[in-house]
């Protein structure tokens, strides 16, 4: 039974699903230790992802029940919920699941990430929400360790929430070596199930729907970046999967003026840790390249650019707005530079490829939005093809700048904006960067 | 409306047609459909890739199946397209993608003369399932169809070929009348068992002529 409670803890879980024998789960219902639910409420809402909309909660003619039920289109693929699904919870309040923590980090925080980190800290004992306002590459990770090992020690349950999972990914492995005595559960689509209780769980901002009244302390990374920023849903995921008292921590390079103007508590971190100022973008014209691109041709300025970094032998990235127009361009490329390699977020190689890249396997990548964040490749150089349209906000923008020269060897490099037309996002992102490095 | 497989907008279409006439929305986007790849020629019989009669097919005129199809139509490659989108229907249970090929369906069985018979789920796994996605298929397009056959506890999935002509009395017949003409109707076309066995069955039940119709061809 100690298992299931150590599973089911602040889970909310679908009861034909769960990895313990129905024996088990059957007799834990009895002696009421768990709990189960029907899934659509009466007033029609889902109550794993809370969507409650006529067109994600359809009715449909149930066989199973021999009447109308209704299910949840939204978090279909985690498995259905309708209203005859049952999901289960624990329903006792929790027993001794704590456990002891060490906390092995060798680095330095700068003075400024320092006093970042005392402000986080000093919130969440407070229980007040907070927002670490930082540029890319301040080193917001680093600065979050002190007040997690805070909090671990004094037996709160933490929760580290980003919305893609190549960021789940990468922060996985540095927190596991921070803590190298905390059981940390990694969640995403299609992870390996993990067992016990994790009182650190490092989770994509969709699998919060399997949690409810969990965690004492919720952390959101790039709390501005695409799903989250976008879908409501995954916000009410965020309050119903921590305690009701529970202190937000935001992290985003790129706050909304609603977040800033939401949250009172916040730390501003607008130096990179290794002190330089971030690189400028340049503007530079391309008239029509889609033209260009469709007659299957490359644009000059962008193959002198191009050469010029083959030349110097410097990793580049080339940031496209579409995925039609990449595969148009890839294969243009491909004559010309037969090394170069695309990705885009179906791709099922993307991080074999970025990992070619890293290892100058490959010269340069043609990428969608999908590496806009989340990505270190020491001396990289980025251009971005058709920064005028609308999918390169100034948000995206400022993103994409940010993955040049990060690394403390190569604290410089180029960012170029190719356009056809300069937009008021390009300047938005162009006088942000400009205005972080003047420290204001 | 969101398109039911990218969840995009789709763009309101205004045409004459649209204004005076009721038509069916569409449920999916230009750009999704455009991902299905319809079947122009093949196999006479299951639509495999080429013009004549197909290997497996003449295979199975070897058998005491031969001759069980006059002969069958499918409509779509099982491409990755195709894939995601079955999964999603009869895995994922998403039951409202049964209407994503209404209007296909209507289209081929306009003015069909035979009787419509559409392979019947056991009912246990019709209970696990909570829907036929057969039969859900046909009433998305609001195409009449008759039960004439039941169907025994026995998964096909994961049978190799010789398995699956090794099972016997799959079907048995629920006491409708049998109609002459018969048009068996089935979700999806992998070996071609599932429907001969059913064939078999009613032509020993008085059926003259089978014509079979399936969404995919894998």
Request: net charge positive.
């Amino acid at each position: 039974m100690k298992q299931v409670e150590e599973f089911l803890t602040g889970r909310i879980w679908l009861r034909h699903f769960i990895p313990f024998p129905k024996e088990q789960i059957d007799r834990a219902i009895l002696n009421g230790s768990v709990t189960t639910r029907f899934g659509i409420t009466d007033e029609k809402q889902c109550i794993r992802c809370l969507e409650h909309s006529l067109q994600k909660i359809v009715p449909f003619y149930c066989e199973a029940c021999q009447q109308i039920c209704h299910y949840c289109r939204h978090c279909i693929k985690m498995g259905r919920i309708s209203s005859c699904t049952e999901l289960i919870t624990w329903a006792l309040p929790s027993t001794n699941l704590l456990q002891s923590h060490s906390f092995n980090w060798t680095g330095n925080l700068t003075p400024l990430q320092q006093r970042a980190s005392h402000e986080v800290q000093k919130s969440i004992s407070q229980k007040n929400d907070h927002l670490i306002y930082a540029v890319c590459g301040a080193g917001k990770t680093e600065l979050l360790f002190p007040p997690i090992f805070e909090a671990l020690k004094i037996g709160l349950r933490i929760c580290l929430a980003a919305p893609r999972t190549d960021v789940v990914l990468e922060l996985t492995p540095r927190l596991r070596a921070a803590f190298p005595n905390t059981i940390i559960h990694s969640l995403y689509g299609n992870a390996p199930e993990e067992l016990g209780f994790a009182q650190l769980v490092v989770t994509t901002t969709h699998q919060l729907y399997r949690f409810e009244n969990a965690f004492d302390v919720m952390i959101v990374d790039e709390a501005d970046a695409f799903p989250y920023s976008y879908d409501i849903a995954l916000k009410r995921a965020v309050v119903k999967a921590k305690k009701k008292e529970a202190p937000i921590v935001y992290v985003s390079a790129t706050p909304s003026t609603e977040l800033l103007k939401q949250v009172a508590h916040v730390s501003k971190l607008f130096k990179r840790f290794h002190g330089y100022p971030l690189p400028i973008p340049k503007f530079q014209s391309l008239w029509r390249y889609d033209k260009t691109f469709a007659k299957g041709q490359l644009p000059k300025k962008l193959t002198v650019w191009v050469d010029e970094k083959i030349d110097k032998k410097e990793p580049f990235l080339l940031f496209f707005p579409t995925i039609e127009l990449i595969e148009q361009a890839i294969d243009i490329f491909k004559r010309k530079y037969p090394a170069l390699e695309a990705v885009y977020s179906q791709d099922a190689d993307r991080k074999e490829k970025v990992m070619k890249l890293r290892q100058k396997e490959i010269p340069g990548l043609i990428t969608s939005t999908i590496l806009e964040r989340g990505i270190t490749i020491p001396n990289v150089q980025v251009a971005v093809i058709g920064a005028d349209e609308a999918i390169f906000d100034a948000a995206a923008l400022i993103q994409i700048s940010g993955r040049v020269g990060r690394s403390s060897e190569y604290p410089d490099g180029e960012i170029i904006f190719f356009h056809n037309g300069i937009t008021r996002q390009m300047d938005k992102a162009k006088k942000m960067i400009i205005s972080y490095n003047g420290g204001l | 409306m969101n398109c039911y497989l990218c969840d995009r907008t789709i763009p309101l279409q205004v045409t004459w047609r649209s204004i005076f006439f009721t038509e069916r929305e569409e449920v999916i986007c230009f750009q999704c459909q455009t991902e299905f790849e319809r079947i122009e020629t093949g196999c006479p019989i299951c639509s495999a890739v080429g013009e004549e009669k197909c290997l497996d097919c003449c295979e199975w005129e070897k058998t005491e199946y031969a001759g069980l199809i006059d002969n069958g139509k499918s409509l779509y490659r099982y491409n990755p397209a195709m894939k995601e989108y079955l999964h999603r229907y009869k895995f994922l249970q998403d039951v409202v993608l049964s209407e994503v090929f209404a209007k296909q369906l209507k289209e081929e069985l306009r003015g069909q003369k035979s009787v419509i018979v559409p392979i019947p789920m056991n009912e246990n796994k019709l209970r696990q399932r909570t829907f036929s996605q057969v039969d859900r298929l046909l009433d998305a397009a609001s195409i009449p169809y008759v039960h004439v056959l039941g169907k025994h506890e026995i998964g096909l999935g994961g049978k190799s070929k010789v398995e699956r002509i090794a099972l016997q009395d799959v079907f048995w017949w629920n006491g409708q009348p049998v109609p002459e003409k018969i048009l068996l109707f089935d979700d999806l076309y992998t070996t071609g068992s599932t429907l001969r066995l059913a064939a078999k069955v009613l032509k020993e039940k008085g059926a003259k002529e089978i014509k079979t119709l399936t969404l995919i061809r894998a």
